[in-house]
């Protein structure tokens, strides 16, 4: 069962059942009171929503007291359309595919909302978008149909729908997680702060250690005063004592020999704390015990998401002690080890790869296979034929590699080729990478020298071999992406009816906020969901994937 689904600015809207393949089974019905309207059709039908974006749908439904099972996004489902056509980064509104689709001039898509706080959205119930009025409800039901025609002639369409499926699924849990927050004790974090930066100034500038540590780095280097945040000020204070420097990342310092450089490495771990997530970012995003940014599903070319305001997916370690279960609770967080190996072993199609997936530890497996029991060189051999990694220590190691797993080496091989000419890759489930025009390394755009050939070490050669390296990771770790999406979809509909509630996810670790006595049982459903996911996108492969799991109190504990 299927039912269309448009929204007005007031709380009302238009609903429209449809058949399998899009067509409508029913009249229109418009509805002054959406969410009512909603909530009675999901609880007699649990039906799938097709509407415009869940991101401007289900916001309020939630803040209504309603939660839906199943949609199908309209916007996810386009971009996924239009990459896959080579087309990536047109507007993918349903304003824009309905003009495509209809002939009309295309509008460019809206810009995104700021991030709001919590506490400081829209008080409408329904959020309006910039722009004039979107489509309605027939323009909806014509791309959707238009959309399932199109994922039908994709060259693997069942693993596109599974594809669209979701993303669809990933964008009503990000709604959901942001709703839910992070449970979050701002005294922890405020002792956490004190505990590393001292007191917060009391006219707004740096706290004390920071001050502290910037008047050392001066006297470090014999001047008074010294901005110790400026890159430009430490660069020339460098000079001064006859270090030239191109820049003054981490990894650049630690190679120099100089009283200020141990000093410098500390204030800027300590200033990221300070502007990032300190008292400010605090105030601003915490309340009532819950971070709640918002989550952007799909965020990230390779599929991963994002977030809009907040740095959810940047959360330093030290930090993470400020997330605590609120009592009675505990947080199962669970955390996929060796996931983009793994996947390279399950798509390959490489036998003896497969073989080693299978393994609890897929690089320990490696090295008792092929390395004469040395894991780390299997380690670096594995990563750097993912990566890219063509010299130094991984030679050798590639060498091993490309003669023990030929079809696996092969692979990642034939997607850096394609890349370095210009050409569009697919990760398993059919998300595709952006073209070479997008940015990401276009040896079409690069220069060439005077008489019309390619410098093989010049800007053309350099630009050709970093889009290889990028279709050569997007592969895996799009599809890395896609298992952790699946994952997250199915261990949603294993927590319907509990109590546990979903509240962080990133990359490839996810947090379940659950009542004690639920705990251990969410932790098998964690569990069945990554096996369910496995099943889903590979069938059966001898690959494992397995998650460390842990039932803690507090989120630095899981480390």
């Given amino acids: 069962m299927l039912v269309a689904v448009v929204s007005d600015d007031r709380g009302g809207g238009v609903l429209r059942p449809l058949d399998g393949v899009g067509s409508p089974t029913g009249p229109a019905e418009p509805v002054d009171d959406l969410a009512a309207a909603v909530a009675a059709r999901e609880a007699a039908e649990h039906p799938r929503w097709v509407w415009p974006a869940a991101a401007g749908v289900y916001p309020a439904l939630l803040r209504a007291g309603v939660r839906v099972e199943r949609c199908h996004d309209v916007e996810l489902t386009e971009a996924l359309l239009l990459g896959h056509a080579g087309r990536w980064g047109e507007p993918r509104s349903l304003a824009a595919a309905w003009a495509r689709l209809s002939g009309a001039a295309v509008p460019p898509d809206p810009p995104p909302r700021p991030a709001a706080p919590p506490g400081h959205g829209q008080g409408a ?16 039901i014509q791309v959707y149909a238009d959309q399932l025609d199109r994922i039908a002639a994709t060259e693997h369409a069942g693993r596109f729908r599974l594809l669209v499926a979701a993303e669809s699924a990933g964008a009503l849990i990000a709604v959901e997680m942001g709703v839910a927050g992070l449970p979050w004790r701002a005294d922890v974090h405020d002792a956490i702060l004190g505990e590393l930066l001292g007191e917060p100034s009391p006219v707004g500038g740096p706290p004390r250690r920071l001050a502290e540590l910037a008047a050392q780095i001066a006297d470090a280097f014999g001047v008074r005063r010294l901005h110790a945040d400026s890159p430009a000020e430490l660069l020339k204070a460098f000079a001064r004592a006859g270090v030239e420097l191109p820049n003054t990342r981490a990894w650049v310092l630690r190679a120099v020999d100089h009283p200020a450089v141990p000093l410098i490495l500390q204030y800027k771990e300590l200033y ?64 996929a080890g060796q996931l983009e190996p793994r996947v390279l072993a399950a798509v390959s199609g490489d036998a003896r790869l497969a073989a080693a997936g299978g393994a609890g530890d897929l690089y320990a497996a490696l090295a008792r296979d092929s390395f004469g029991g040395d894991r780390a060189k299997a380690k670096v051999a594995l990563l750097g034929a993912m990566y890219g990694q063509t010299g130094g220590a991984a030679v050798p190691a590639l060498a091993v590699l490309k003669r023990s797993y ?114 251990t049982a969410v932790a098998e459903s964690v569990t069945r969901a990554g096996e369910r996911a496995a099943t889903l996108l590979f069938g059966a492969t001898p690959v494992r994937f397995p998650l460390d799991l842990s039932i803690v109190d507090c989120y630095a504990d899981a480390d």
Avoid: M
């Fill in 125 to 140: 119930l329904f959020d309006a978008l910039p722009g004039p009025p979107g489509p309605g409800i027939d323009a909806l």
């Fill in 272 to 335: 990221r704390i300070w502007t990032a997530h300190g008292w400010s970012w605090r105030e601003q995003w915490v309340r009532d015990g819950r971070f709640q940014p918002e989550y952007v599903p799909g965020g990230v070319v390779s599929g991963r998401w994002a977030t809009r305001g907040g740095g959810a997916l940047q959360i330093p370690k030290v930090i993470r002690r400020a997330v605590v279960a609120d009592r009675g609770w505990r947080l199962v967080v669970a955390d």
């Fill in 406 to 519: 030929p079809t696996a080496f092969g692979y990642v091989e034939a997607a850096a080729r394609t890349g370095e000419a210009g050409g569009l890759v697919r990760s398993w489930l059919g998300r595709t990478c952006p073209p070479g025009s997008a940015g990401f390394g276009d040896p079409d755009e690069a220069p060439v020298d005077p008489d019309g050939a390619a410098d093989p070490q010049g800007p053309r050669a350099r630009a050709a071999r970093s889009r290889g390296r990028f279709t050569r990771n997007f592969v895996i770790q799009a599809t890395a992406a896609e298992w952790a999406s699946t994952l997250l979809a199915t261990l949603r509909t294993e927590l319907a009816g509990t109590d546990a509630e979903l509240v962080f996810f990133q990359h490839d670790e996810v947090i379940v906020h659950a009542p004690a006595g639920q705990a």
